[in-house]
């Protein structure tokens, strides 16, 4: 089992930046990747970036170039840096864990919300 603790988030103006955090705990299997999701109300459930313990990432096409994600050296910290925030950002972000050798065992946090309005 791995839990994930998410920190980051709120409320933001158009334009602006906000870092998104993610630390994982429990019986982390390597290889893995981390990823960010977001659900916007209404929406389904959607890929924003993800990152493998290797360090190869992956974004969405929405958030291209404005996105960075990252890894500390332990790979047990993700962090999603976000500039250019737009209003339809505007979602509950989600963590996620996923170890290589079983993707069913994929592990979720609580999710936070992110507001991007003026």
């Known amino acids: 089992q791995v839990q994930l603790v998410e920190s980051g988030g709120g409320l933001v103006q158009p334009g602006g930046s906000l870092s998104l955090s993610c630390t994982a705990s429990?019986?982390?299997?390597?290889?893995?990747?981390m990823g960010w999701y977001r659900q916007a109300p209404g929406k389904q459930r959607e890929l924003v970036a993800s990152?493998?313990?290797?360090?190869?990432?992956n974004y969405a096409d929405s958030v291209k170039g404005r996105c960075t994600i990252s890894r500390d050296s332990t790979k047990t910290t993700m962090t999603l840096r976000m500039s250019g925030l737009k209003p339809e950002d505007t979602a509950v972000y989600y963590c996620?864990?996923?170890?290589?050798?079983?993707?069913?065992?994929?592990?979720w946090g609580r999710g936070t919300q992110v507001t991007v309005s003026s």
């Open positions: 996620n864990y996923k170890p290589h050798n079983n993707y069913s065992l994929n592990s």
């Open positions: 990152i493998t313990s290797g360090d190869s990432t």
């Open positions: 429990g019986s982390i299997f390597r290889p893995n990747t």
